[in-house]
C-alpha cells in the first residue's frame, strides 16, 4: 500500500474517534456531496435509513429524526455534530441502552447498523487498518460476505496484535453488528417481522454475551404466535446458543441478577443449572417481576422447541432417539414443540420402556413447566381466551392458578355449558401432555397446597407412578386435609377421570383389557381421538367386574385396579363423568344444594323417580352396583369404617371382585347393636340406603339373584312398580301356601332371601311405604313418642289394635300375619329372644321359632323381655287361630267339621274379619268329648294348658272378665304366670261372685279342663304324684276319670292336696253343670259322660229304655191280635 493512501486510511480511522467527524475524503467526494455525509461510507448508509423509516430519499441525520431526537438531547446534550458521534455517544453511556433510550428510537439505530453493517465500506476500511492482522487469520480473510469479516475478527479481537486494528474493531462495535456473521440469518429471515414490530434494539455486545440480538429476540418473542416460519426456526437457533449459561442470555441475566444471588447463590453456572433454579423459585414471592417475565419468556422458547432446553436435551438425547421421537423431522428441524417430546417419552414410559432417571427428572420438570403457565400452550391461549376473561382475572395468576381456575369453572356444573367445546378439548390436551395423574410434583398447585399433608400422611411414599396421589385420594375426607389440597386434588381427578389412562396403574393393570374389551386406545399419546371414548373405558371395565359369565371377567389386578378408582371417586359425582353427563340437567335442578362427599349421587338416588330414562338407567346400575360393593358408597365408606371391622371383619374380607352384598346385609343385621350406638350417622347411611332399595328390588343383589326367577313367574300381572311391591307379592305366595297347607311354590332361596326383606320392613316402619301410608296418622295419634326403628312402631300400633283405623287395622293383622308365620323375621322377637335361641333353639327353622321359644316357656325367667314377647305372640295366637299356623295346620279338618259357620265367616273376610278367639274356643268346647284329631287334640290341649297359666292367652275370658278380675282377683292383674288369676276366678265361681257373662265363661273353662287332668295346671301341680302312682299307663284323655273313681274307692290312698283339690274340681264340675246350657244333644252326652254320677245316670237312662221296650214289646202284640181279630 502506498504511502499517500495509508495517510488517508489512518486520517479517516482517527475521525471517526473525534467527537466531531473532519472532512477526510473531500477530494474524492462528488461536487455538492455534503460535509455530513461519511464519505467512506459509499451508498450513503445514512440515507439508506432515511428512506427505509421516513420514506424520504434526502439524506437523513440521526440527531434530527423525530424518533431519536429527545433522547439525544437528554443524553448527549449539544455534544453531537454526524451520525458516528451519536452512535458513539450512546456506546459510551454506562447504562444498557435499552435504558436510556425509546423502543422506536432504538428500532431507527438497529435499522441504521444493519444497512451499514451490510454495505461492506466499513469492511473495506477494516481490511486496509487490519491487512497484516488478516494475512494471520487466512479464514477470516477468505470471507468475502459484507460484515463477515468485521465479525470474524472481533471473535479474535482479543488475540490482536495490531493495537490499532484492535481499537479499530472496538470503535466498529459502535456503528456496525460486529457479530454478523452469526446473527445474519435471523437478521435476514425476521426482517419484515422486526420493521412490523418494531423490534430492532441495539445493546453493547458485552464479554461472554453470545450476539447481539438478544433484545431483538426478546421482542420477537412477545409475538412468537405471528412470526413467519424462518423467522420462528432463527429465533429458536439462537435461542439454543443460550441454553447453556443464563449469562448468555443478557436480559433474563440482567433481569436476575439480584434473583440469583438471593435464591441461587451457591449454584454454579453451567449446563442450565442456573435456569433451572431460577425456574423452582419463579413462584415465590420474593421473585422479582422482571425476572418472572424473563423466565416466562424463556420458558415459551423452551415450549417451542425442545431444543432450547439444554438439561432435556443432553439429559434424554438417547430415549428421544430410540423412542423414534423426531420421526417425520430433519436433524436441523428447531419447530419440534416440547408436547411432542413429552408425549413420545411418557408414552414410552406407559409402554414399559426404560427411561433413564435423569430424564425422568427433566421430564417432571418440563411437565410442571407447562402446568405454571398456561401462556406456554398457544392453542389454549386462543381456546379459552374468553373463559379466562370471565372468570379467570384475565389470566393474571401465576404459577399454574389460572389453569386451576379455569379446571375449577369446569368442575362447576352451572359455569360448564358455557365453556366452549375447544377450551374443554385443549384443556384435556394440556393434562394428557403434562401427565398430571403420573406425579403430584408436576402441579405446582396441586404441589404446594398438599406438601403438608404429604409430608405428614405420605411421607414414606416416593413420587412417580400416581402413588402420592393416591395416598392423597384416601385422606381425601380426613379431618386433617387441608381444604385447598383437597380442591385442587379434586381439579386435577375431574380430568383424570375423564382420561382413564392417566392413571399410570390403572393402565398398567386393565391396558390390554380395555383394548380388547372396552374399545380403547392402543397409542396412550393420541390426543386427535373423540374425547368420549376414554370418558367410557372405565365404566365399561367396571361392568366386566361382576359380568355374569366368570370366563369373561377381568383379571384379578385389574379388578383391583378398577374398583380402587371407582371407590376413590365414589363420593363426587363429577368425578364419575358416565353419570354426569347423562344427569346433568337433574343435578342442577334437583341438587344444586347437595354438593357434599356422596350427596350429590344420594339426591339423584333419593330424586329416581324424576330422572328421565337415561339417567334413571346409569344411577339405577351405579345403586346395584353400591349393594354388591358398600366401597362405592362414599357416606358408608366414610360413617362406617371404623365399625365395619368390629361387626363385620368377615363380610369385609372378601376376595376381589367376589363381593356380592354379604357386607351391606351384615351392616343391615347388625344396626342396632350395641356397638353401633356410637356411630348413629352409620347407622342413619344404612337406613337411607335401605329406604333407596325400596325403589328397586335390583338394588339388593342376594335377592335379587334369588328371587328374579320367582318374580318372573308370580309377580308379572300386574309387574311390580318397585322392590315393596315384589315384597308384597311373594309375602302373600308364601302366606296362601301355608294357610292353604300347599307345598311351597317359591322358591326355598327366595324364602330365605324374603325372611331377611320382611325382617328390615317389619324393623322400621318407614321402611314399610304400605303400611305408612296406611296407618301414619294412627302412629301420630297412639305411637308419637314412640322411637322409629327395632319394630317399635309396629309393636305400638298392634297394642292399640283395638282402636285402630280400619285401614291400619287390617295392615296390621297382615304383618302380624307374616310374623306368625316366619317368627324369624319378628325383629322384636328375634331381638329379644336372641340369647334364648342361640341357647334353645339354634337349630330350629326360622318358622318354628315361637314354637320352640313356647316350649321352653319354663326356662325363660318370668322377668327376661323374651319372656313378656313369647307370652305377648301368644295371646296374638289366641285372639284368632290365623296368626297360629301350627293350629291351623293340626286342626283344619275339625275346624270345618266343628265350627264350620265361624270358619266359614272367617275365609270369606280372610283379613278384616276380627274373630276374637271364637274359633279357638269353638275347638276347646270339643275337647271334653275327644271329639278332635289327635294333631288337633293336642294343639287345643297346649292352648288350654297355656291360658290356664296366665290368663292373658285367653282372650274371651279377658273380655267377659275384665271387671271382676278387677274388684275379686286385683292381686294377679299383673302378676300371673302360674294360674293365679284362672284359681281365684274359679273359687269366686264357686262361691257364685261372678257376673253372669263371667260366670258362663268360667263354667266353660271348668267343663273345658275336665277334658283331662293335663289341661289344668293347678290340679296337674298338686296330683302328679298320684296321677303316676295310680293312673300310670291309663291313656290319655282318661287320667282325671282316674283319680275320680280313687277318690270314692279309697280317698284316703291320696295325698292330702290332690284330695282336696280334686274335691274342689268336682264341685265346681257340678255347679258348671248347672250354669252351662245345653245347646244340643251332644252337650247333653258329654255331660253325662263327664258327670261324678254318671254311672247312676247311665243305670237310670238303661232301666228306662228297658222298660220302654218292655212296653213297646207289650203293646207291639197287642195291636198285632186286635189286628188279625179284626180281619177276621
Not at 438417547?318 to 408436547?339: F, M, P, Q, V, Y
Request: proline share 4%; hydrophobic share 35%; net charge neutral.
Amino acid at each position: 500500500m502506498d504511502t499517500s493512501r495509508q495517510a488517508v486510511l489512518f486520517v479517516c480511522f482517527v475521525s471517526l474517534l473525534l467527537p466531531v467527524g473532519i472532512r477526510c475524503v473531500e477530494a474524492r467526494k462528488p461536487s455538492g456531496q455534503s460535509a455530513d455525509t461519511p464519505t467512506n461510507v459509499p451508498g450513503n448508509p445514512v440515507g439508506q435509513v432515511a428512506s427505509k423509516v421516513t420514506g424520504r430519499s434526502t439524506v437523513v441525520k440521526i440527531f434530527e429524526e423525530p424518533d431519536c431526537k429527545s433522547d439525544i438531547q437528554r443524553i448527549c446534550k449539544d455534544d453531537v455534530r454526524n451520525n458516528f458521534a451519536v452512535l458513539e455517544c450512546f456506546q459510551n453511556e454506562r447504562r444498557d441502552i435499552q435504558e436510556i433510550v425509546s423502543d422506536k428510537c432504538s428500532h431507527l439505530l438497529w435499522n441504521y447498523k444493519v444497512n451499514l453493517t451490510k454495505s461492506g465500506r466499513i469492511e473495506d476500511l477494516a481490511k486496509s487498518v487490519c491487512e497484516g492482522e488478516l494475512n494471520q487469520y487466512p479464514d477470516c480473510k477468505q470471507l468475502s460476505t459484507p460484515g463477515h469479516t468485521i465479525s470474524c475478527l472481533s471473535e479474535v479481537v482479543e488475540q490482536l496484535r495490531d493495537d490499532r486494528c484492535r481499537q479499530y474493531l472496538l470503535r466498529m462495535a459502535a456503528i456496525v453488528f460486529s457479530d454478523y456473521r452469526l446473527v445474519e440469518n435471523m437478521v435476514n429471515d425476521c426482517k419484515d417481522e422486526i420493521d412490523s414490530f418494531k423490534c430492532g434494539r441495539v445493546q453493547k455486545l458485552q464479554e461472554a454475551s453470545p450476539h447481539s440480538q438478544g433484545s431483538t429476540i426478546e421482542c420477537l418473542t412477545k409475538n412468537a404466535r405471528e412470526l413467519g416460519r424462518e423467522c420462528h426456526k432463527q429465533i429458536l437457533r439462537l435461542a439454543e446458543i443460550q441454553a447453556d449459561d443464563f449469562h448468555l442470555d443478557r436480559p433474563l441475566f440482567f433481569a436476575c441478577r439480584e434473583d440469583r444471588e438471593k435464591f441461587c447463590d451457591n449454584v454454579r453456572a453451567g449446563e442450565g443449572r442456573v435456569y433451572k433454579c431460577l425456574m423452582k423459585h419463579k413462584m415465590e414471592r420474593r421473585m422479582s417481576k422482571e425476572c418472572v417475565d424473563q423466565l416466562s419468556r424463556r420458558q415459551q422458547l423452551i415450549a417451542q422447541d425442545y431444543h432450547v432446553s439444554r438439561g432435556l436435551v443432553r439429559a434424554c438425547r438417547s430415549a428421544i432417539t430410540e423412542n423414534s421421537c423426531r420421526r417425520g423431522s430433519s436433524d436441523d428441524n428447531h419447530d419440534i414443540k416440547l408436547s411432542r417430546i413429552l408425549l413420545c417419552l411418557e408414552n414410552a414410559m406407559k409402554n414399559g420402556k426404560s427411561i433413564e432417571n435423569n430424564c425422568k427428572e427433566e421430564m417432571l420438570s418440563h411437565r410442571r413447566l407447562l402446568m405454571e403457565d398456561y401462556k406456554l400452550s398457544p392453542n389454549l391461549m386462543v381456546h379459552c381466551k374468553n373463559e379466562i376473561e370471565t372468570w379467570c382475572r384475565g389470566g393474571v395468576e401465576t404459577g399454574g392458578r389460572t389453569l386451576h381456575c379455569l379446571m375449577k369453572q369446569m368442575r362447576h356444573h352451572s359455569h360448564r355449558k358455557q365453556i366452549t367445546e375447544g377450551c374443554k378439548r385443549e384443556m384435556g390436551t394440556l393434562m394428557k401432555e403434562a401427565d398430571v395423574g403420573e406425579d403430584w410434583r408436576a402441579d405446582p398447585v396441586l404441589y404446594d397446597a398438599c406438601l403438608p399433608m404429604v409430608e405428614s400422611s405420605c411421607k414414606d411414599i416416593r413420587g412417580g407412578n400416581a402413588r402420592v396421589l393416591r395416598c392423597l385420594m384416601r385422606h381425601l375426607n380426613s379431618p386433617e386435609m387441608p381444604s385447598p389440597c383437597e380442591a385442587a386434588l379434586l381439579e386435577i381427578q375431574y380430568f383424570v377421570s375423564r382420561e382413564w389412562n392417566l392413571d399410570p396403574q390403572l393402565l398398567s393393570a386393565c391396558g390390554k383389557e380395555a383394548v380388547e374389551k372396552c374399545d380403547a386406545k392402543r397409542d396412550w399419546a393420541d390426543t386427535t381421538s373423540n374425547a368420549e371414548r376414554g370418558v367410557h373405558v372405565l365404566p365399561c371395565l367396571f361392568r366386566y367386574v361382576y359380568h355374569p359369565k366368570k370366563d369373561l371377567r377381568l383379571s384379578t389386578s385389574c379388578i383391583h385396579e378398577v374398583q380402587r378408582v371407582m371407590h376413590e371417586r365414589a363420593a363426587y359425582v363429577d368425578l364419575l363423568p358416565e353419570i354426569e353427563m347423562v344427569c346433568m340437567e337433574h343435578l342442577a335442578q334437583l341438587c344444586s344444594t347437595h354438593t357434599g362427599p356422596g350427596e350429590e349421587i344420594a339426591c339423584l338416588q333419593d330424586n329416581l323417580e324424576k330422572l328421565n330414562q337415561d339417567c334413571k338407567e346409569v344411577i339405577g346400575n351405579y345403586t346395584a352396583a353400591e349393594a354388591k360393593d358398600t366401597g362405592l358408597n362414599a357416606q358408608l365408606t366414610l360413617q362406617c369404617a371404623s365399625v365395619v371391622p368390629q361387626i363385620c371383619k368377615t363380610e369385609s374380607q372378601q376376595p376381589v371382585g367376589s363381593e356380592d352384598g354379604s357386607l351391606l346385609d351384615c351392616l343391615i343385621r347388625h344396626k342396632n347393636v350395641e356397638v353401633m350406638g356410637p356411630y348413629p350417622k352409620c347407622k342413619a347411611v344404612i337406613e337411607h340406603f335401605q329406604l333407596l332399595a325400596l325403589k328397586d328390588y335390583t338394588f339388593s343383589p342376594r335377592f335379587k339373584e334369588s328371587c328374579s326367577a320367582d318374580v318372573a313367574k308370580f309377580c308379572n300381572k300386574p309387574k311390580p312398580k318397585n322392590k315393596a311391591d315384589v315384597i308384597e307379592c311373594l309375602s302373600l305366595q308364601v302366606r296362601n301356601d301355608i294357610l292353604g297347607d300347599n307345598r311351597h311354590q317359591v322358591s326355598k332361596p327366595c324364602r330365605q332371601q324374603l325372611r331377611q326383606q320382611l325382617l328390615q320392613r317389619h324393623e322400621n316402619f318407614r321402611l314399610d311405604p304400605r303400611l305408612q301410608n296406611g296407618c301414619e296418622g294412627d302412629a301420630q295419634k297412639f305411637c308419637k313418642s314412640v322411637k322409629r326403628g327395632r319394630g317399635a312402631v309396629l309393636e305400638c300400633l298392634r297394642d292399640h289394635r283395638s282402636n285402630l283405623t280400619a285401614v291400619c287395622h287390617k295392615l296390621i293383622f297382615l304383618r302380624e300375619q307374616e310374623e306368625h308365620l316366619d317368627p324369624g323375621t319378628d325383629v322384636v322377637l328375634v331381638t329379644a329372644c336372641r340369647k334364648m335361641i342361640e341357647q334353645h333353639c339354634s337349630d330350629e327353622e326360622s318358622g318354628n321359632l315361637l314354637a320352640c321359644l313356647r316350649s321352653h316357656m319354663d326356662d325363660l325367667p318370668s322377668d327376661t323381655k323374651c319372656r313378656l314377647i313369647v307370652m305377648r305372640r301368644m295371646v296374638e295366637q289366641t285372639t284368632d287361630s290365623r296368626l297360629n299356623p301350627e293350629l291351623r295346620k293340626a286342626c283344619r279338618k275339625d275346624m270345618a267339621k266343628f265350627c264350620l259357620s265361624i270358619f266359614e265367616e272367617q275365609q270369606r273376610s280372610p283379613t278384616e274379619l276380627d274373630l276374637n278367639g271364637k274359633l279357638t274356643e269353638c275347638l276347646k268346647e270339643q275337647l271334653p268329648g275327644s271329639k278332635l284329631s289327635s294333631d288337633c287334640r293336642k294343639e287345643v290341649t297346649s292352648m288350654v294348658r297355656y291360658a290356664a297359666l296366665d290368663y292373658k292367652l285367653d282372650p274371651v275370658l279377658v273380655a267377659k272378665c275384665e271387671d271382676d278380675m278387677k274388684v275379686l282377683c286385683p292381686d294377679y292383674l299383673n302378676n300371673d304366670g302360674h294360674g293365679r288369676m284362672e284359681e281365684c276366678l274359679k273359687l269366686k265361681f264357686d262361691a257364685n261372685a261372678l257376673k253372669p257373662d263371667c260366670q258362663e265363661h268360667i263354667a266353660h273353662v271348668i267343663e273345658t279342663q275336665r277334658a283331662d287332668i293335663h289341661v289344668d295346671p293347678v290340679l296337674n301341680a298338686a296330683c302328679t304324684v298320684d296321677d303316676n302312682k295310680f293312673c300310670e299307663g291309663k291313656e290319655r284323655g282318661h287320667h282325671l276319670a282316674c283319680l275320680f273313681d280313687v277318690l270314692e274307692r279309697n280317698s284316703g290312698a291320696l295325698q292330702t292336696e290332690c284330695r282336696e283339690k280334686l274335691r274342689e274340681r268336682r264341685e265346681m264340675y257340678q255347679v258348671a253343670i248347672k250354669v252351662s246350657k245345653l245347646s244340643s244333644l251332644d252337650d247333653l252326652v258329654r255331660q253325662v259322660s263327664v258327670s261324678p254320677g254318671r254311672n247312676y245316670i247311665i243305670l237310670s237312662l238303661i232301666t228306662i229304655v228297658g222298660i220302654i221296650f218292655i212296653i213297646g214289646l207289650f203293646c207291639g202284640r197287642s195291636t198285632r191280635r186286635y189286628k188279625l181279630l179284626k180281619d177276621r
